[in-house]
């Protein structure tokens, strides 16, 4: 097994949800992030899925201490982060960069792009004189894939997928050893995802780099990732190499959510089961007890999973690690699926029998094979 | 394989032409759209005649408009109106009205540019210091960045005329005095605008890559944030100018600005003028003209600049 570059224990982030005219009055938690371990290989591509909301980007800024953690450790090589002073912190962020989702809002539109590569550089007293800098910038702009006349250009007369590369050349220009890749292609077009995904890979080989990276695409995250963690309501569900997670996915919720991805073969697509989860995703500020996914889950069970939240465990061999009591049983074929009642979330507002109309369905060829 | 060499030829050919070209920044992108405005043109041309007529004018006028040239021939109930000599007529004490209007010119820009720099400078400075505190000093910036708000919250309270009258009570009357209480009262406008602004830029997405970057909290606020939100603040103060030389005829009409009359004012001249309104409107009607013509002139350049600097107006 590799170094481990980064580890991550028990990683909360819960933001105060505030109330009141003159003083502000806490009245809950956002829990966007809820407990999370998790450990990034030097030279390797962790790969983090899970809808919107469920509290991955806030993981990823957390991790770099961008939002400060309510709680946890964060490892960076030895270091501790989330107790670092903030120059100490400042310095280390040479190491370890970000790519952002909007390629556009992520690039200050007064700057060009000579300045915005330079800036990092000069934060850290990096690349001595102006001539020195230069050269610097010319090869990470050579790296990215840009011309050199981009240098005195602004963002803004760029295209979308040429400012993401800027704000690729920007990360690597201080040579880190970790990115952070926040929904790095989702802003952009298709046929330009597959050049700066392959961009980030070619990156990852020339420089070592270790990555980070959030999406909602499961396509994306497969291809480029070497292990996958599924994230459901600010915890991991399930963490495992990549083939193993796409070919026999374990969790309930992991199941749901790959059986949701097309296969280019007619054949297997006809006979590929879709398991439609019913309900909404329930509110972060009032998580349900026990495991997160029961409300949704056809899979629950009345005993333990309202009650005892599951700890990430491995499941057979290897680095397959789980969070859900029953997977054994589920995986053998012990305990069946069953039809869910779709929770109300928003109090107050429709009916319930509006809501029970929606129902978890399993869809077999042949019928409901229930 | 002939064409495929020309394709490259031109490829080469057209990138070559980019690498000549510059970048073109936010603020020349923008200066040009004003420039193809007419109404920021019609805007520029009135501000290009005021702003020379007031540098220039007094050099130019036919008369002294201190003299009272005409004095014998003014009588209770009798103005001497336009004439060869006298375009304009005279005044109630025998002036040289249209010397007046051109000399006032002056005062009334001087007014203007002053009280509007007074309240910038001002705005600039509370509003950016709230704004970058509540932006990134966490809890303690915060907490400073309230403090400030209420206090200019308070004077945002006040109607501007009353406080504008309140402090040119306070400070005798003067042309100094409604400059600092018209430039006072735009103070808080500067101050929340900027604050406002910088909130909003604090928050987005290249402060965060500049955090993580590692640059200064300080570096951000002075580089990044400032900058972004400038465009709203001088929108703001070209359209203050406007309103500044009409508070200022306003104070001066209340009897608040300079006493003196020998330096003629706009504002002044017409709170001369209204005490013969039935003898002789035209004494009021000019200097009245003259401010709502230089204020539509800095609002029609406000204006065109709102639209260009607006990027979600951006055609």
Redo the contacts between chains.
């Keep these: 097994m590799t170094e481990t570059l980064v580890e991550v224990d028990d990683l909360k982030v819960h933001f105060p949800i505030k109330r009141g005219v003159f003083l502000d009055r806490v009245v809950g938690h956002v829990k966007a992030v809820d407990g999370v371990d998790l450990r990034i290989a030097k030279g390797q591509t962790y790969g983090l899925v899970g809808e919107s909301g469920c509290g991955k980007s806030t993981l990823g800024r957390a991790l770099l201490q961008l939002t400060p953690p309510t709680g946890g450790r964060v490892n960076f090589d030895g270091t501790e982060l989330t107790t670092l002073p903030a120059k100490q912190l400042r310095s280390m962020r040479r190491r370890m960069q970000m790519i952002f989702q909007d390629p556009m809002s992520s690039l200050d539109p007064r700057q060009n792009v000579e300045s915005i590569l330079t800036e990092g550089l000069q934060a850290h007293g990096l690349g001595g004189d102006r001539t020195e800098r230069r050269k610097i910038i010319a090869k990470a702009l050579d790296a990215v894939g840009l011309p050199q006349w981009a240098l005195s250009r602004y963002p803004h007369e760029f295209s979308g997928g040429q400012r993401q590369r800027i704000g690729i050349a920007r990360a690597v220009v201080l040579n880190p050893d970790l990115i952070v890749a926040d929904e790095p292609v989702s802003a952009l077009d298709v046929s330009i995802q597959a050049q700066v995904i392959n961009l980030l890979e070619e990156l990852q080989e020339e420089l070592g780099l270790t990555y980070l990276v959030i999406a909602h695409d499961l396509a994306v995250v497969r291809h480029i990732s070497d292990t996958v963690g599924v994230m459901y309501l600010g915890a991991l569900v399930e963490e495992a190499p990549s083939d193993d997670i796409y070919r026999t996915p374990l969790h309930p919720y992991t199941r749901a959510l790959m059986s949701a991805v097309p296969v280019p073969d007619p054949e297997v697509e006809d006979r590929r089961e879709r398991i439609l989860l019913a309900g909404d995703l329930p509110s972060p500020a009032n998580p349900p007890s026990g495991c997160r996914f029961h409300t949704r889950c056809p899979w629950a069970q009345p005993t333990r999973c309202g009650t005892e939240r599951p700890e990430l465990r491995v499941v057979g061999t290897g680095a397959h690690r789980v969070a859900c009591h029953f997977v054994e049983q589920i995986e053998s074929g012990e305990i069946r699926p069953h039809t869910v009642k779709a929770e109300v979330i928003a109090d107050g507002a429709g009916s319930k029998d509006a809501h029970g109309a929606l129902e978890t369905a399993l869809e077999t060829p042949g019928g409901p094979g229930i | 394989m002939s064409t495929k060499t020309d394709k490259i030829d031109r490829l080469s050919e057209l990138?070559a032409a980019?690498?000549d070209e510059?970048?073109?920044?936010?603020?020349t992108e923008a200066l040009r759209r004003v420039r193809r405005t007419p109404s920021a043109l019609v805007g520029v041309g009135i501000l290009v005649i005021f702003v020379l007529v007031a540098i220039v004018g007094p050099w130019l006028v036919p008369y002294s408009p201190s003299e009272l040239m005409g004095i014998n021939e003014v009588r209770p109930g009798v103005i001497p109106g336009p004439s060869a000599e006298h375009w304009l007529g005279y005044d109630h004490n025998g002036r040289d009205q249209f010397s007046r209007l051109i000399v006032g010119a002056r005062q009334t820009l001087l007014v203007g540019i002053v009280s509007t720099l007074i309240g910038l400078t001002l705005g600039a400075l509370v509003g950016g210091i709230a704004g970058a505190a509540a932006g990134l000093g966490g809890r303690i910036g915060r907490a400073v960045d309230s403090v400030l708000m209420r206090i200019v919250d308070m004077l945002l309270a006040l109607p501007s005329l009353l406080l504008a009258v309140s402090i040119a009570a306070l400070l005798g009357a003067s042309l100094t005095t409604v400059m600092i209480a018209v430039g006072v009262v735009s103070v808080p406008v500067f101050a929340r605008l900027l604050r406002g602004a910088m909130v909003v830029q604090a928050g987005?997405?290249?402060v965060?890559?500049?955090?993580?970057?590692?640059?200064?909290r300080t570096?951000i606020a002075v580089s990044?944030i400032l900058?972004?939100s400038l465009a709203p603040v001088i929108v703001q103060a070209t359209l203050t100018l406007a309103t500044a030389i009409i508070e200022a005829a306003a104070l001066s009409f209340l009897g608040l600005g300079n006493p003196d009359s020998a330096t003629p004012e706009w504002g002044l001249m017409l709170a001369d003028a209204q005490q013969y309104l039935d003898v002789r409107p035209g004494l009021a009607i000019f200097p009245a003209l003259g401010i709502i013509i230089t204020a539509l002139g800095f609002t029609l350049l406000g204006e065109a600049m709102r639209e260009a600097l607006d990027?979600k107006l951006r055609k």
């Design positions: 990138s980019k690498e510059h970048g073109v920044s936010l603020w987005s997405d290249y965060l890559a500049s955090t993580s970057l590692g640059v200064k570096k990044h900058p972004n990027p």
